[in-house]
């Protein structure tokens, strides 16, 4: 197996107008918990070990929660960031030659690019400008993707895609927007892979006409999520 120098995604951060209504989402409907505050900055851990996975307005060295154990229903961990970039190639690029990431896939607009053995961990999407797409969160499992998708409805937020299975990384997905406006996945069964994964091109990822996952029960993305995933520029 490869030796990443980069071995994983630990933490992502989220600049917000109003952190009030940002920390009563994602404690109280996501499902995050409140690990620590520091001055205008709160961080959010899952059920995994990880001091935290989200930081609400960088990461704090490395510290680990200790006894840390997958909780059903739950966000485990952070699963994958997904940017936008006018430049897919040269964007995936940077994130091979720079930080050691393997590309595992490339579709027709997105590049796949892993640091361990998840099947991806970057994802660039090409876009008119550059920006945050969406961040994805891992759940334990199918059934937790499903009660936590019940869960975010029961609070008023309706799924703004899927739930369904992707093709690249065969993971399940739902996706939601914020109350915010930022894009956020549940997600489960990423796909492992090793160096003798073959790395497959855009001829290869196509899908029927008015299919847009594996299952073919994912519904077209709504355009208010489409819109949502190029609402966030990077400053």
């Not at 961080?43 to 680990?64: E, M």
């Amino acid at each position: 197996m490869t030796r990443f120098p980069v071995v994983a995604l630990r933490s992502v951060e989220l600049d917000t107008p109003d952190i009030a209504k940002s920390e009563a989402f994602y404690p109280n409907v996501w499902g995050l918990t409140v690990a620590t505050r520091d001055g205008d900055a709160v961080y959010l851990h899952a059920t995994g070990d990880d001091h935290h996975v989200l930081v609400l307005r960088f990461v704090h060295g490395d510290a680990r929660r200790q006894g840390a154990q997958a909780v059903a229903n739950q966000v485990l961990r952070l699963a994958h960031v997904n940017i936008n970039s006018t430049d897919v190639d040269v964007t995936a690029g940077f994130y091979e030659r720079v930080l050691g990431f393997r590309l595992s896939d490339r579709s027709k607009v997105m590049a796949f690019a892993r640091c361990n053995s998840d099947h991806h961990a970057v994802v660039i999407a090409d876009a008119p400008h550059v920006g945050l797409n969406h961040v994805a969160f891992l759940m334990p499992d199918l059934e937790s993707v499903m009660r936590g998708s019940g869960r975010l409805i029961d609070h008023g937020f309706p799924i703004g895609w899927g739930v369904g299975r992707h093709g690249p990384g065969d993971n399940v997905f739902a996706y939601f927007v914020d109350p915010l406006g930022f894009v956020v996945e549940y997600t489960a069964e990423v796909l492992q892979v090793d160096d003798s994964y073959r790395v497959r091109g855009q001829s290869e990822w196509t899908w029927p006409a008015g299919r847009t996952d594996h299952w073919g029960i994912a519904p077209s993305k709504p355009d208010h999520v489409k819109q949502a995933q190029l609402a966030i520029p990077f400053a």
